[in-house]
């Protein structure tokens, strides 16, 4: 259920280079005191790789969720298909967190002293405002340089790091729907007539109902303590107007009520019952040409924004985190800018065309769900799956490719 956002995408990849001879320090803007509530899911082929970084223990307190099933109805009740998910499909789960209790956990991991290597520092209130890739500079608001081996721009979609590296601003793209997202404390569910042969809000299961051009996806978090959902809506049928990708900006009960005023019942009585309603204009960007110049690289949002439609944002973030990981282990401890910029470019070469399929294919699924004219499902949640979640890293994906 989206991505991963800035302050935790910088995290993650601390956490995966973390190593004795690498001192890494995160630059972030914001004063790092919370992130967002939401919940989000890292899919398998995620899951696989943050598990094998040795931090299970920091988010077991985030009272995480293994999803076992997306299913899908019609706004009539009908099952049009389910795909039930367990470990022995892809090697591992797909888990479901709120999204402030990652954060924290990957924080606490990040700057442990238990794991292997330097703990990370971490600068907060520090806005990077240019950066000099061949160099290896980044200049911060106050004026002051810091220059580095390696700078990661894992700064989102209004990135600064991507305009030093494509030598111009290349800025979101409207993608004409927004989201509704919500989340509710589970207990505020009670007494709404709820068919549990569609919901049941306690059980760990990802359900969509789709009509005509709008779908609702929601299912529950934090040990079933939260209940999430985002109701997708084509900017032109919407009764309000978004302008900001932002995920907090306030939407209206009554205009979300109105737009999905077809939907069951039940459904509009759970929306009323949300404290808050946040309304985010879906924004991503096309394919870009290079993450990479000199000493600095693009991941994440930065390098492939894309839309929640298959829920793989906050997963291609962890895979460029991998990716990361698996090709700079390679460099000598003192690398030549020469030698970092032929890695990197090794690691856009691993990541470029399966990350720009995905944000394709989260385009393709943003499609109206429903045939026009006699309103009949047609979406089908398993078609990419198996190429999405079957991943084994970046250097398998790299020689595979090759041996095409």
Not at 222 to 247: N, Q, Y
Not at 318 to 343: N, S, Y
Request: include cysteine; charged fraction near 25%.
């Amino acid at each position: 259920m989206g991505s991963l956002g800035e302050e935790t995408s910088s995290i993650v990849i601390a956490i995966a280079l973390r190593a004795p001879n690498r001192k890494i320090t995160i630059l972030e803007r914001s004063r790092m005191l919370r992130e967002t509530g939401a919940l989000i899911s890292l899919q398998p082929n995620a899951s696989k790789i943050v598990s094998s970084w040795g931090i299970d223990t920091f988010l077991a307190s985030c009272k995480p969720m293994v999803d076992k099933a997306f299913r899908l109805f019609d706004i009539s009740g009908k099952l049009v298909n389910e795909v039930k998910l367990n470990t022995s499909m892809f090697g591992a789960d797909r888990i479901v967190y709120h999204r402030q209790d990652l954060h924290s956990a990957l924080l606490s991991a990040a700057t442990s002293t238990q794991l292997s290597g330097h703990a990370v520092e971490v600068r907060t209130g520090t806005k990077v405002v240019s950066c000099d890739p061949k160099a290896g500079i980044v200049t911060i608001e106050t004026g002051e340089n810091l220059q580095a081996d390696v700078i990661i721009g894992a700064d989102g979609i209004h990135s600064v790091i991507r305009t030093a590296v494509l030598g111009e601003e290349q800025g979101a793209i409207p993608t004409g729907i927004s989201a509704y997202r919500m989340l509710l404390p589970a207990d505020l569910l009670k007494g709404i007539d709820i068919p549990l042969d569609i919901l049941d809000p306690a059980d760990p299961v990802t359900t969509m109902v789709v009509g005509h051009d709008r779908r609702v996806i929601m299912g529950p978090g934090r040990g079933a303590e939260m209940f999430g959902i985002v109701a997708l809506v084509p900017d032109e049928k919407g009764r309000e107007k978004s302008t900001t990708d932002s995920w907090v900006a306030e939407g209206s009960t009554e205009a979300l009520v109105e737009v999905f005023a077809d939907f069951p019942g039940w459904m509009l009585d759970i929306f009323k019952r949300a404290p808050d309603v946040a309304l985010w204009q879906l924004r991503d960007i096309d394919p870009l040409p290079r993450w990479v110049r000199g000493r600095a690289i693009l991941i994440g949002d930065a390098a492939h924004a894309m839309l929640p439609t298959q829920g793989q944002g906050a997963s291609q973030s962890i895979e460029d985190a991998e990716a990361l990981q698996a090709f700079l282990a390679d460099l000598p401890a003192r690398p030549t800018g020469d030698q970092v910029e032929r890695v990197l470019n090794t690691v856009f070469e691993a990541r470029f065309d399966r990350a720009s399929l995905i944000q394709r294919y989260s385009r393709q699924q943003a499609r109206p769900g429903t045939d026009a004219k006699s309103n009949t499902v047609k979406l089908d949640p398993a078609e990419f799956m198996k190429y999405n979640c079957d991943y084994q890293g970046a250097k398998d994906w790299l020689s595979k490719s090759a041996a095409k």
